[in-house]
């Protein structure tokens, strides 16, 4: 049986996030991001859903690209206040833990599904460690968010691919720099 977290739900938005804004969906590339986060069953997902979820992601990658912990909290309870509804504990008829949904209900739209588990999970995410719980990478040719749990300083970078990437390019335009001089 399927246990839901707080962290899990947060990686499935941010993964959502990815494939909805920064690839090309399709009902197969939404479907596939689903299913690796435990979606079992028919997903009936159609076209009309699947730009519903982009849409949502878009709000919720502006979330994740708030400069400061009051910008994400004032964008969250927007979200919230707006598309939330009072929360419920569901099994999904036994096939999963009990979690909480702020959706209407077990069957409702994915746009609203993804909108509201994935706010309320950043929304708890923020409230425990009192911080942005993720970021967009700080790359000019990537900006795609990613999550941030961790203590110390803020992440920058979505991996250590575009990290790499940027420290390779800084390296480069300061030794042109230099030979140029």
Request: charged fraction near 20%; glycine fraction near 8%.
């Amino acid at each position: 049986m399927e246990v839901h977290s707080t962290k899990a739900m947060a990686a499935r938005a941010v993964d959502l996030c990815v494939a909805l804004l920064h690839e090309q969906p399709s009902i197969e590339s939404v479907s596939r991001v689903l299913r690796e986060h435990g979606e079992i069953g028919d997903l009936d997902l159609g076209a009309d859903d699947v730009a519903a979820m982009r849409a949502a992601a878009a709000r919720l990658r502006e979330v994740l690209g708030s400069a400061t912990v009051e910008e994400a909290v004032a964008r969250l309870n927007r979200l919230l206040s707006g598309a939330a509804h009072a929360p419920r504990l569901t099994s999904h008829g036994g096939t999963t833990s009990w979690h909480v949904h702020v959706d209407s209900a077990d069957d409702a739209p994915w746009g609203e599904w993804f909108l509201t588990s994935s706010a309320m999970a950043l929304a708890v995410l923020l409230a425990d460690h009192q911080r942005v719980p993720g970021g967009l990478c700080a790359s000019a040719s990537c900006g795609r968010p990613y999550l941030d749990f961790g203590g110390g300083s803020p992440r920058r970078y979505c991996s250590t691919r575009c990290a790499t990437r940027e420290r390779v390019a800084a390296h480069r335009s300061r030794t042109s720099s230099a030979i140029g001089d």
